[in-house]
């Protein structure tokens, strides 16, 4: 079986969804098939993209010269994302009789289609919802995101989350309360991913009596002036060197940022499921995680804290933190490793995709 992955861009800005889809691809191969990943002319392709089966596609023509190289009944096309390129693919794959899946990867989520709603919800309505209500199935990454996209695709809608490979990690145990604590952030600076009230609570709050330490790291999308712009102000009045701002960071200096930390944070505003989130839990990170994170279950289990992309909530939460007995808190950690790694392993999930687009081709969906 051959399973077309249709991306945007392979560039890192686009780092969540390429890497999630291509992390599966040695245990698929493992089950016989063979998954590609195919992205525009545009792309600069990263080292990780070369180490899997890719192809540049230079424009719509060329795609279809490419994709005469395969058959319908032994091929799945799948697009990942909104709003560009794979979205006119995966409609011309499917009118030559191929079955399409749609992963929207939370762009459909409700704040997300509120963003910049006078460019999309147009652009909804007269292109990408027509094209995408042809899609032979969608599938939703997290369980809210499923219930959403119920209300719009019916019964072709499934679920499959993303999924992480267990790390092998030891929480260490501390005897003592006087822990300075390492709290994470890593992801996009974006609007949505609530870094700006995070960066405002954490300044209001009791942190840095603790000896506490924030370090926020991930690529630009829009917020990085204004949090200089915060940390500058309140340099003024208070010691803002528990802060630390940085760069996207990958590869072993990520994997050391993960280790140290302690905490995860991500006070997002809309997310289809963050998969940062699992790969921090198996790190033994304790997740504190808004329910714009779409991860209920990490909330209704207790392996995770909950907070609210606001500056005065997200103050109160640290605060009430650091009352609680390291020991309690390293308990908790431990939950945590042990859930994501039990529920949302990759060799699991790879299972079930791979009975999914089974199904999927001898029509029993």
């Not at 005469?68 to 697009?79: V, W």
């Not at 991860?295 to 939460?317: C, G, T, W």
């Not at 950690?333 to 009975?355: C, H, I, P």
Request: aromatic residues 12%; proline residues 5%; contains cysteine.
């Amino acid at each position: 079986m051959h399973i077309l992955n249709l991306v945007d861009s392979v560039e890192h800005i686009n780092y969540g969804i390429w890497n999630t889809v291509t992390k599966l691809f040695p245990y698929l191969e493992d089950k016989g098939c063979h998954p590609e990943i195919w992205f525009p002319e545009s792309s600069d392709i990263p080292d990780t993209i070369k180490e899997v089966p890719w192809y540049k596609i230079e424009n719509s023509r060329a795609f279809d010269i490419k994709l005469s190289g395969y058959t319908p009944d032994n091929t799945l096309i799948i697009t990942h994302g909104l709003w560009k390129e794979p979205t006119f693919w995966g409609a011309a794959a499917k009118n030559k009789g191929f079955n399409w899946v749609v992963i929207p990867h939370g762009m459909l989520e409700p704040w997300s289609m509120r963003h910049k709603w006078w460019k999309k919800f147009p652009y909804y309505n007269m292109i990408e919802k027509r094209k995408i209500e042809a899609a032979s199935a969608y599938i939703a990454v997290g369980l809210t995101e499923y219930h959403n996209l119920r209300k719009h695709f019916d019964k072709r809608v499934h679920l499959l989350s993303n999924g992480i490979k267990p790390i092998s990690v030891t929480i260490e145990k501390s005897t003592t309360q006087e822990v300075k604590y390492k709290f994470l952030f890593l992801s996009r600076l974006h609007k949505k991913k609530g870094v700006v009230p995070l960066l405002e609570g954490w300044l209001n709050s009791k942190a840095f009596r603790h000896g506490a330490q924030l370090k926020i790291v991930g690529p630009d999308e829009g917020e990085l002036d204004k949090l200089n712009q915060i940390m500058t102000y309140r340099s003024m009045n208070i010691n803002t060197s528990t802060v630390s701002i940085k760069g996207p960071t990958y590869g072993a200096e990520k994997e050391t940022m993960l280790r140290e930390a302690d905490f995860f944070v991500l006070p997002s505003l809309s997310e289809g499921f963050p998969t940062a989130v699992l790969e921090a839990m198996s790190y033994g990170c304790l997740p504190i995680i808004s329910e714009g994170c779409n991860f209920p279950q990490a909330l209704e289990n207790d392996v995770a804290v909950e907070i609210r992309p606001d500056s005065d909530n997200i103050a109160k939460v640290l605060n009430n933190l650091f009352a609680i007995p390291r020991h309690e808190l390293d308990a908790v950690r431990q939950r945590a490793k042990e859930f994501v790694d039990t529920n949302f392993s990759l060799d699991n999930l790879s299972q079930q995709v791979y009975g999914f687009y089974n199904d999927l081709i001898d029509n029993k969906l």
